[in-house]
């Protein structure tokens, strides 16, 4: 009995049905064990009260109780006709369909749900009659059919349905019955209009009884086929009863089958497939439980894991491969002037070899990145490799079978890991490869390296060959010269100089900032401008790189400053940094370009050096004092550049009537020289010209220009020769303000490769002898 209000609304309480519904006129029982769905049932019958069964969307039998939100919004009216209490406290209602309802609304009533319901009287047209009685016919014999089929419903339900009158009885009784799920029950019942419902039912019955036809069919030709697998099923006993007798569990057996499935259906070439079947073969004979068979199915395994003919489909597109280098990196033009080029040949020719390409330059300028925008613009698998440290030829080639524990190498792996045959593999820090006792890595990487080679590269554990030769292959390194010199032949070398004060503010401001800001998911909470002022303070005051890195790590720290200041409510939901906010969070600033000359002195000469982390200048001093003709050389100075100074000691007694030097100095003159920063280790001939200038300085009281910066190698009759890392060197000195350079004139070609924007603003002055570098250095009096 329903629940009535004045205006007489249907009230009942709600009882969530998972994976069954109530139809009206069928008596169905419903197990409840959720504490509310207990409690709205108690509430029923202690008050005596209909209540609506309806469905939850859900069928997952974990599920919370429902809230509005996951049930249906039509139900049944239902009358609980008997209840069972169980022993483990949950209830068996039987349950009889009244009416069918449509929730108007839902409510909470203490933990459990009610809803005000209205009935629904499913529409039946006059004219529709006849069409509907033709309907209700061709739904029980469909009905009786179905069960005859469906083996999974009682046959009595054939008898039962043809003594059915009752439109609606019939109508709900099938659906009832139906072996189907829950929600295409639900679309079916909610039909409003009665025609339409039974269409649908039909429908569905002959649908699963065609499947079930066709399930019977299937059977009987599983059936026809017995007789072979009943003799292979008595062949397989005797091959486990002879297992058994030698000691192999019965699970080896299928693991071999589907193993030698394996085998036939993966592509192979000719070598590896002899390979594999032979030790296939073996591997057939050998009790599972020894240790040679793990060693054998671990061999064939990694063989077939290795991509011998999947290639990456490459739609190579020059247009395309320039827009993402240029969307990725700023900048480096020659870089990407070779890429393209390559790039460029793979668009007209299949037949190009894969490129070994060697990235050199200072950390951070973007080297590994690079490499992972190479291989998006050509489409192929990108893996990284880190060779820093490794000291073990077999890390490169594998160790071989017969050692406990053997793996393939890091090629193999690599190829494992890209999956295709034509990946994009980056080594990195290929400088930073050692060997000691075990072997030589550098040297096993000759052949991996070689195009005329890697088409044949074997490597120990795997032991066939294997072709490498469609591998693009990129390396990186900071220092060339730790490159064995065969090794460094093999790979086409492009430098990358260090970034200009410009082109840091560029990357900063599209690369940088954007991420870090994304990465601390600011955008969402504050908007955080950097003005151009301030970010080239922060590179030129709190950084002294050649590459970036450190710029991106400065930048996260203020963004992390700012996030701490918007919680504490000092930011609202804009800043613009100002200098005043980069000294308060970057605190005092670290590097002062003070620190090189300003003022012309004598015995101190600005030089200009390379390092593995870009280039420097370095102030050069000498001074005189009264003693024997010693010479003290401080500042960790490496022997090439103690020769160097030996060198410019022997000029100046050579040239000394010159510069109006005592020619007696080298007896009753100790020259000390010294380079500061002295835990920093120094070496090189490339401060030669610097250090001859500071003691011929030294020695005639002629002051040197304070801007002015100088490289070069000298030689006893005062040559100037040619040296290395001159792009890094302009920069150091544009980036200390010093814009008059004295350069070799051997590298006067090196200025043609150098971009226009590291050269803008330099006046650089090509030197052939130490005597020019002096007359353009030395203040005469």
């Known amino acids: 009995m329903a629940t009535k209000s004045k205006k007489d609304k249907i009230i009942l309480n709600v009882i969530p049905l998972r994976k069954m519904i109530q139809v009206p006129k069928v008596v169905v029982p419903i197990l409840i064990g959720r504490k509310q769905t207990l409690e709205a049932a108690k509430d029923a019958i202690e008050k005596n009260q209909s209540i609506l069964c309806i469905p ?112 609606d009885e019939l109508f709900y009784f099938c659906l009832n019955y139906m072996d189907i799920n829950t929600r295409n029950k639900q679309a079916i019942f909610q039909h409003t209009d009665f025609l339409k419902g039974l269409k649908s039912l039909i429908l569905y019955i002959n649908k699963e009884a065609e499947i079930i036809r066709l399930e019977h069919e299937i059977e009987n030709d599983v059936r026809a086929s017995l007789s072979k697998i009943q003799k ?64 054998l199915l671990n061999y064939i395994t990694w063989v077939l894991d290795l991509p011998w ?220 401008n950097f003005s151009d002022e301030v970010i080239h303070n922060i590179i030129k005051y709190y950084t002294r790189e050649s590459g970036v890195r450190n710029l991106e790590r400065i930048i996260a720290k203020v963004l992390r400053k700012i996030i701490k200041d918007h919680l504490k409510g000092e930011i609202k939901k804009s800043v613009t940094l100002t200098q005043k906010h980069i000294h308060k969070y970057l605190g005092v600033e670290k590097y002062s370009h003070s620190e090189t000359n300003k003022k012309s002195r004598v015995g101190v000469v600005n030089g200009l050096a390379w390092t593995a982390v870009g280039g420097e200048t370095m102030t050069i001093e000498v001074v005189k004092l009264p003693g024997e003709g010693k010479i003290s050389l401080t500042g960790q100075l490496g022997d090439v550049m103690k020769e160097s100074a030996q060198a410019a000691i022997s000029f100046a007694r050579l040239h000394a009537e010159e510069y109006n030097i005592p020619k007696d100095f080298y007896k009753n003159l100790d020259i000390h020289l010294h380079i500061p920063e002295g835990a920093v280790p120094k070496d090189g001939p490339s401060a030669g010209v610097t250090m001859a200038t500071a003691i011929i300085s030294i020695l005639s009281d002629l002051p040197v220009r304070h801007d002015i910066a100088m490289t070069g190698e000298i030689t006893l009759s005062g040559a100037v020769l040619a040296i290395g890392g001159l792009p890094e060197k302009l920069i150091a000195a544009k980036r200390e303000g010093i814009f008059n350079i004295l350069i070799p004139q051997k590298n006067t070609k090196d200025l043609e490769e150098i971009s226009d924007e590291i050269k803008s603003g330099l006046n650089i002055t090509p030197v052939s002898t130490i005597s020019e570098v002096l007359e353009l250095a030395l203040i005469k009096k």
């Open 56 to 167: 939850q969307k859900s069928d997952d039998d974990f599920q919370e109780y429902p809230t509005s939100r996951d049930i249906y919004r039509f139900g049944t009216m239902s009358l609980i006709s008997q209840e069972f209490p169980l022993p483990d406290g949950n209830l068996r209602l039987l349950c009889e369909g009244l009416e069918m309802v449509k929730v108007k609304r839902f409510f909470q009533t203490g933990n459990f749900i009610k809803a005000e319901v209205e009935i629904i009287e499913k529409v039946i047209s006059a004219e529709d009659l006849d069409v509907i009685e033709a309907y209700l016919r061709n739904l029980k014999t469909s009905f009786k059919s179905y069960v005859r089929l469906n083996n999974r419903i009682p046959n009595e339900l054939a008898q039962a349905v043809e003594v059915i009158d009752d439109r």
């Open 309 to 528: 003919e999947a290639n990456t489909d490459v739609a190579v597109n020059i247009d395309k491969s320039e827009e993402i280098l240029n969307r990725d990196h700023y900048g480096l033009k020659d870089v990407k002037e070779r890429i393209l080029e390559y790039i460029s040949v793979m668009q007209i020719s299949d037949g190009v070899k894969g490129q070994i390409i060697c990235f050199a330059g200072p950390p951070g300028v973007g080297k590994t990145s690079l490499g992972k925008s190479i291989a998006s613009s050509l489409g192929r698998d990108f893996v990284r490799i880190s060779l820093g440290g490794v000291r073990d030829e077999a890390e490169i080639r594998g160790h071989r079978r017969t050692y406990v524990g053997a793996i393939p190498g890091i090629i193999m792996h690599s190829m494992k890991k890209a999956k295709s045959t034509n990946p994009l593999i980056m080594m990195d820090e290929i400088d930073k490869l050692s060997s000691d006792f075990r072997g030589d890595p550098a040297s096993a990487l000759l052949e991996v390296l070689d195009p005329e080679q890697n088409s044949h590269f074997r490597d120990h554990y795997i032991d066939i060959e294997y072709d490498l030769s469609k591998v693009v292959f990129i390396t990186t390194a900071n220092d060339i010269h730790s490159i064995p010199r065969p090794l460094l032949d093999r790979m086409e070398l492009i430098e990358l100089p260090g970034y200009t004060e410009y082109e840091k503010l560029n990357i900063a401001k599209n690369h940088l900032i954007p991420r870090q800001i994304e990465e601390h998911s600011l955008a969402k909470l504050i908007k955080v």
């Open 232 to 295: 292979e099923y008595f062949l397989n006993e005797q091959l486990k009863q002879i297992h058994k007798e030698l000691g192999i569990a019965e699970d080896s057996d299928a693991d071999l089958i589907n193993l030698k499935k394996r085998i036939s259906d993966t592509p192979l070439s000719k070598d590896a497939r002899e390979k594999v079947e032979e030790e296939f073969k073996k591997l057939s004979r050998i009790n599972p439980q020894s240790q040679e068979h793990t060693v």
